[in-house]
């Protein structure tokens, strides 16, 4: 399993999301501090979850980090969360 | 909590600082481009803040995770209260609330 397939599994499992995107960015990252000659050390991913409904953004992020706790204390080293309710409308750009 | 001499060292730049960023790199050179679009927004909103390199000293680069429970780098700090990452601080100013809370929390805005 790669490392966006396993963020990808804990996140449904924990979560169980209504949308759920995980997108390895290592690449953009290639040669500087925290990445790995093999990659998988930058994500981005993009949750909608009924979870996050009336929680803080920093709560949600929180809840995104204890969930995803083993990999990010491995090799992920960059992880950017974008965690909506169902009912809010997605960032801007 | 407080048997990390390194948390004695945070609070006090919490403190001392209305506005503080741990960040890779100083403001004039981040070393990494969430740190770099932290410090655009913060610039673009006039706001003064102090950068913290956390580069320059490994104790205060894992000691500064354990003291926001967050794991990742920047992390912007107002009034000694923990705002969040890049991700939060994007999301915030582009939505308005960055620039609230800095009024809320009489922080100077240049313009």
Redesign the interface.
């Known amino acids: 399993m790669t490392m966006a397939e396993t963020i990808h599994s804990k996140l449904t499992v924990a979560l169980a999301p209504t949308a759920l995107r995980v997108v390895d960015e290592s690449h953009r990252?290639a040669g500087?501090?925290?990445a790995r000659p093999d990659g998988e050390t930058h994500f981005r991913l993009t949750i909608v979850a009924a979870a996050f409904a009336g929680k803080s953004?920093?709560e949600r992020?929180?809840m995104v980090?204890t969930i995803l706790?083993a990999e990010?204390?491995d090799r992920v080293?960059?992880?950017?969360?974008?965690a909506l309710a169902p009912d809010e409308p997605a960032?801007?750009p | 909590m407080n048997d990390n001499p390194v948390f004695t060292r945070i609070q006090q730049e919490i403190d001392d600082n209305p506005v503080v960023l741990f960040m890779k790199g100083s403001p004039m050179f981040p070393q990494c481009g969430f740190s770099a679009a932290v410090v655009q927004t913060l610039t673009h909103m006039g706001v003064k803040f102090k950068g913290i390199d956390v580069l320059t000293d490994p104790g205060l680069r894992e000691g500064i995770k354990q003291f926001s429970n967050w794991p990742t780098i920047p992390q912007l700090y107002v009034k000694g209260e923990f705002i969040g990452g890049c991700d939060i601080v994007r999301e915030m100013y582009a939505s308005g609330e960055l620039q609230k809370v800095m009024q809320d929390k009489d922080v100077a805005l240049a313009r």
């Not at chain 1, 080293?77 to 974008?82: G, K, P, R």
């Open positions: 990252h500087h501090a925290g953004r920093l992020h929180r980090h706790a990010l204390a080293h960059a992880l950017s969360v974008s960032a801007g």
